[in-house]
């Protein structure tokens, strides 16, 4: 062989090109190689402040590995064939830099707890960096909602137009959902802030190396109590999924809805043709490809999680190389949920809402006939002797060919003052209650929601 493995020791043939191809993971890890130098510095800064080295020694292998680190950073990093992973590849390039002092970096180490030390900084960064990116679709929402002030369309039930709501109602029912987002990643921070650094290969070591030292370089609220815990949790490579796959189910809900919305059908919205795309044979097409994408992508998203937890089910303690399998998962969640978000957020931003064809859909008869049984109950009658009366009305309507409007008003229970209802936005203006989809709960909805996100924005690290 002619350039050796870390772990050549005890192997007197070479790996075999099939295991290389099938095991390595340099292809995706590399990623992870800010993380990796910034454990491997402060592991080294801490056998150093223990005694385990000298510190010339760990001096040597902290200026090494910051000087991989800055060719890391200009793209002049050059791997090597046998670089099986980032881990490998740094510790190798250290060693080559710093010669015997390098070949000590990994005193006390595992690659176990090396690589689970790596895969919590990056979740760390990167689940707060989603975080800000969801609050910042929150604020689109938001904004959009406070731009179309008293606009209204139909809510649906079933799919079925149900009764009228403000459009800003409608919006920031999304912001709400994707609140609790933000939440659950800011929640997965808080439990995987733990460091699994010195933990060794499963059982810690037998050297008296200071765990709590490079906990506290690296900035970890706190740090694992068992070593074989330490190297095998991926609980929170699985929540942090979680909350990515919530995410991405939540921007499907809203594409599905933006199919609908701009189709020719519904006609409620447009997109600007920056955020729409053509037919290569339909001239006259222009689709919602992000809403689509947004709703398809979730698919896949949901194959991450389900797959991740699917390798974790059977495993034995402690480490085994199965928990390779963490990362792409991770990477693809976060990549194509940062991306639907952006795009999501830019389409709704640039979109325009047609008004006059939402509220022409939300002033259909139909839409005020909860208002007609309320207005039966506000003067006595129990609540389903009105909706019995009201749905007999609806079907005399409908056989007879007679406009709801007309039946109300000839009707000695409701007459003139009940068809008054149906003059275009009184409905709406009808949910007065708590949370509900009229104007009059619009305001302290809204005050709520900017409360609820300046707490969150003050959880972000
Ligand atoms: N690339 C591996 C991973 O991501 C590193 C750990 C390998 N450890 C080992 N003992 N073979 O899990």
Redesign the pocket.
């Known amino acids: 062989m002619t350039e050796k493995h870390l772990?050549h020791g005890r192997f007197n043939e070479a790996p075999a090109d099939s295991l290389m191809a099938f095991?390595?993971?340099?292809g995706f890890?590399v990623r992870l190689w800010q993380d990796d130098i910034a454990g491997s510095i402060a592991h080294a800064q801490m056998l150093g402040a223990s005694g385990v080295l000298p510190r010339t020694e760990s001096d040597a292998i902290v200026a090494a590995l910051r000087r991989v680190e800055s060719e890391f950073a200009s793209g002049t990093f050059a791997f090597a064939p046998n670089d099986?992973?980032?881990?490998?590849a740094i510790e190798r390039r250290v060693t080559e830099i710093a010669g015997a002092a390098g070949a000590r970096l990994h005193t006390g180490r595992?690659?176990?707890d090396?690589?689970a030390t790596a895969?919590r900084l990056f979740a760390k960064r990167e689940f707060a960096a989603t975080a800000r990116r969801v609050l910042h679709c929150i604020d689109v929402l938001d904004r959009r909602a406070q731009e179309v002030g008293d606009t209204y369309l139909p809510g649906y039930t079933h799919l079925q137009r149900a009764q009228p709501v403000l459009l800003s109602h409608h919006l920031r029912a999304h912001a709400w959902a994707l609140s609790r987002d933000v939440g659950r990643l800011l929640d997965a921070i808080t439990r995987l802030d733990v460091s699994p650094l010195g933990a060794g290969?499963l059982a810690g070591t037998s050297l008296p190396t200071d765990a709590h030292d490079s906990q506290r370089r690296l900035g970890f609220a706190g740090i694992f109590a068992n070593s074989l815990d330490a190297v095998s949790d991926r609980d929170f490579v699985a929540e942090g999924i979680f909350a990515l796959t919530m995410v991405a189910v939540h921007l499907s809900r809203i594409g599905e809805e933006w199919v609908l919305w701009t189709s020719e059908e519904f006609g409620f919205a447009s997109l600007s043709d920056r955020h729409a795309t053509g037919s290569s044979m339909l001239p006259q097409k222009k689709n919602a490809d992000i809403a689509e994408l947004a709703r398809g992508k979730a698919g896949r998203i949901i194959g991450n999680l389900t797959g991740l937890l699917a390798t974790l089910k059977g495993l034995p303690l402690s480490?085994n190389?199965d928990?390779?399998?963490?990362?792409e998962p991770l990477f693809d969640s976060l990549d194509q949920v940062n991306r639907g978000l952006e795009a999501v957020a830019d389409m709704i931003s640039a979109a325009t809402f047609h008004v006059d064809v939402m509220q022409r859909a939300a002033d259909a008869p139909s839409l005020v006939a909860t208002d007609l049984a309320e207005w039966l109950v506000a003067r006595g009658m129990p609540f389903r002797q009105a909706h019995a009366k009201v749905g007999e009305l609806v079907s005399r309507s409908l056989a007879s060919g007679t406009s709801l409007v007309d039946l109300v008003r000839a009707d000695d229970q409701l007459g003139p003052d009940a068809a008054a209802l149906f003059a275009p936005g009184i409905a709406v203006r009808r949910r007065t209650s708590h949370g509900a989809a009229g104007p009059s709960a619009a305001a302290s909805q809204r005050e709520e929601l900017h409360r609820v996100i300046t707490a969150l924005q003050a959880r972000l690290p």
């Open positions: 772990w095991t390595q993971s340099i890890d099986e992973d980032i881990h490998t595992s690659r176990n090396q690589v895969l290969a480490y190389r928990l390779q399998e963490d990362k």
